[in-house]
């Protein structure tokens, strides 16, 4: 694997690093980490990869590596650099032959999403993209019982992520994070909602098995000099007939990483929660709740969340074996050349199409906004 991002100073990188080495299925060869030539430098001298091989540009990667013979060539490049650069390299490197897997969202615009999906259907090379939460084996058991119908006909879905990092103005006291998610150039054409609030519709609807179809957006700036959203909420109703409604904001004080989801139909609940990630709680109709343990094999744990658990009951998994998930089964698809098992270039299409939505929904006096077409250009 190469990587584009990530070096010195940065967050994400480093976790997707971490997460890759977890199974042994992927060696890290070679990268371009930072724009800044020493920056760039030191992050390769780090990761103890020769410096022949530390470009200085993601060009030069792309450009090099692909010269390489077959057999020393990387063969999938991660990309975690700020949004803007995500769908121009993403095509860059399926053009010159190697898988991709992204970090979210895809693109800066359902349109660059479409000719990114064109690119891949005509490429031959897997893409996926890192929504992480669907990486947690309760987060596939809780879809399991929802497809087995276990809750029966689905009624609402209530999904929040709330965070409280951004509460006070941390661009302008310096923090690199915060600084480019708060321009338009780089981040987008939201703030919140682009960042988390696409996570959390991306979980909605995958363990729903329902898609959104229409919703009403509300959208804030509740710290002065902001040009993105750090704040919304989202009345929406699905294709299944289920409504909800969809909070993400990080201006919540004291809160970390809160995401939860909640699940309601005829015959009972589901909830689950990020900061507590191997429990699903059951509410089953006129029985007392159940709470669902991750690594307790009493014969109902599904196939799909056994084959993501690693450890023995009582020993937390979490986020890094979540993204490992991921990167094992993405390996497994670059070897077998099957379908990855992971979110994709769908699910890119359906994220960048919510935030347009939403965005549609808070300019616009209608109480409801038609969800985005996201038919693929070809």
Known sequence: MGMV?????AFIGQVHRQAMRLDDRIELVCGAFSRDP???????????????????????LLTEE?????????????????????????????RAGFHVFSEKPAALSLAEVQRLAATLAGSERLYGLAHTYQGYPMVWQARQMVRAGVLGRLR????????????QDQAGQGNKQA????????AGPSGCMGDIGVHAFNLAEFVSCQRIERLCADLGVHVAGR?????GAVLFQTDGGASGVLIASQVCTGEENALTLRLYGERGGLEWRQEEPNSLVHRPLGEAQRLLRAGVDQGWLCDEALRRLRL???????????????YSDFAT?????????????EAGLRGMAFIETVLASHRSDSKWTAFAATERQV
């Not at 010269?67 to 490197?93: C, F, G, K, S, Y």
């Not at 600084?179 to 780089?186: D, I, S």
């Not at 023995?312 to 991921?326: D, F, I, R, T």
């Open 38 to 60: 020493e920056n760039n430098r030191r992050s390769g001298e780090a990761l103890h990869l020769s410096p022949e091989r530390c470009y200085r540009s993601w060009e030069a």
């Open 312 to 326: 023995p009951a009582g020993h937390p998994e979490g986020y890094l074996e979540a993204m490992a998930n991921l």
């Open 156 to 167: 609402k879905v209530y999904v929040e992520y709330p965070q409280g990092w951004l509460s």
């Open 66 to 94: 692909q010269a390489r013979p077959e057999d020393q060539r990387m063969e999938l490049l991660a990309i975690v650099t700020p949004n803007h650069l995500h769908a121009p390299i993403a095509e860059a490197a399926l």
């Open 227 to 231: 040009q993105l959203d750090d704040d």
């Open 179 to 186: 600084v480019w998610r708060g321009e338009p150039e780089q």
């Open 5 to 9: 991002g990530g070096g010195e100073g």
């Open 333 to 345: 698809a670059i070897r077998s050349g099957a379908t990855p098992d992971v979110p994709g270039i």
